[in-house]
């Protein structure tokens, strides 16, 4: 890596902004899973250990500019506390005289986590005033937040205008892994693309069309693919304004000889619910006020297949609404396939899918669980990383 790290410089004493990716998922106030958080602590405790004062800042959620209270990062400093074994302070604001104030009251080795940066509506505009009311309570910056790499926000871009800024260890260790297997990929190279976030992931499938020898797409993306085949959805996530261009990528597989794959059959239910009527159907049999929640049988067969004869594969979201037990089948099925899959390199990215596959006790199967999910896709495009790009080089 051509940039600084937290082990370049010295930080004792220092107060030390360092930007996390503890945007977890949670249920009921509670962390429902706690792969972020465990990821940044080498980075934290180096912090801590060598002196600083060691002053964390997250998003959780996408709250747009507002307070809301359950998006608020404290159960997050509890848990955090617990693993640590240590006492981790956290502020109900992420800059200006109160929070200050906690940090002037910090020691060498303190840990403090700042309150949610989106709920200031500067972080996503990445506001200069806001960055550098940030970069007023530190001496560095860290950035660790690979997961959030690919935002340029006032907190992982911005702030790195007004201070000395370095990788932290876990960012450091994202970069190094993802590309060294990007370097010179094995073939065939498999990209398995699902999840929500439609809109976020959609551009991505251009540049991977590029790179890769076979495209697997699944999960509540794969529905504006279904419908730009000229079959109907019913009420599965879509996005109307991307049909077109979800046409335009599966032209540009063919002349580009990259296999295309796409679901078969579906789980389609009457709710969105573990209890809701469920039934198996060909893709071009989705009633009209049914929704498609998981990929089917003969779909999770045929990429368990394409999986087993790739030597590279990485993963980025669920196949379908595994948080749901009569919809996890879909994504428990290519977690499995990945886990047998011994000769193939398996990256996992994203949030949701780092989560599953931990939920199916495989982690420990895959090659590497990246952190991030976007982020990750984004850096296997060739794109920049605003928030790696703004750090200082070696
Ligand atoms: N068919 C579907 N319909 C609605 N939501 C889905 C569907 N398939 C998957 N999801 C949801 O997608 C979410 C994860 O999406 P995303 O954030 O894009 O993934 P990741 O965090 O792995 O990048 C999960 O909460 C899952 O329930
Ligand atoms: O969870 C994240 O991204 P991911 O779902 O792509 O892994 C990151 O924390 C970034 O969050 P964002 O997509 O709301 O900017």
Request: glycine share 10%; charged share 30%.
């Amino acid at each position: 890596m051509n940039k600084k790290s937290v082990k370049d410089i010295d930080v004792k004493g220092k107060r030390v902004f360092c930007r996390v990716d503890f945007n977890v998922p949670m249920k009921d106030g509670q962390v429902t899973d706690e792969t972020r958080i465990r990821a940044a602590i080498p980075t934290i405790q180096y912090l801590s250990e060598q002196g600083a004062k060691v002053i964390l800042a997250s998003h959780l959620g996408r709250p747009k500019g507002q307070v809301v209270e359950d998006l608020r990062l404290t159960p997050v400093a509890a848990r955090l506390g617990e693993l640590m074994g240590k006492d981790v302070k956290k502020a109900d604001e992420a800059h200006g005289p109160s929070v200050q104030s906690k940090i002037d009251e910090m020691s060498e080795g303190d840990i403090l986590l700042l309150e949610n940066v989106r709920f200031y509506p500067g972080e996503e505009k990445n506001d200069p005033e806001l960055a550098k009311a940030f970069a007023e309570l530190a001496d560095v910056y860290v950035n660790d937040a690979f997961g959030a790499a690919h935002r340029a926000h006032a907190s992982t871009e911005g702030i790195a205008n007004d201070l000395p800024s370095v990788a932290g260890l876990l960012m450091e260790k994202e970069l190094d892994v993802l590309g060294k297997a990007l370097s010179n990929p094995e073939r065939p190279f498999t990209a398995i693309i699902g999840g929500a976030k439609v809109k976020d992931k959609i551009g991505v499938i251009d540049n991977l069309l590029e790179k890769v020898d076979n495209l697997i797409i699944g999960g509540g993306l794969a529905y504006t693919f279904v419908k730009a085949q000229g079959h109907e959805v019913g009420k599965s996530l879509l996005e109307e304004d991307k049909i077109d261009l979800a046409k335009s990528f599966m032209e540009k597989a063919k002349e580009k000889g990259v296999k295309f794959y796409m679901p078969k059959d579906v789980v389609v239910a009457d709710d969105f619910s573990n209890d809701a009527n469920k039934k198996v159907v060909a893709i071009d049999q989705i009633p009209s006020d049914w929704e498609a929640l998981d990929i089917g049988p003969e779909t999770s067969e045929l990429y368990k297949d394409v999986i087993q004869s790739s030597k590279l594969v990485i993963w980025n979201g669920p196949m379908g609404v595994f948080e749901l037990e009569a919809f996890a089948n879909g994504t428990k099925a290519v977690a499995q396939a990945l886990a047998d899959a011994t000769d193939t390199y398996s990256v996992i990215g994203g949030g949701d899918s780092a989560a599953a596959v931990e939920k199916f006790g495989l982690a420990d199967k895959m090659s590497h669980i990246s952190t991030g999910g976007g982020a990750s896709l984004e850096f296997m495009e060739g794109k920049e990383l605003p928030g790696v790009t703004a750090l200082d080089d070696k």
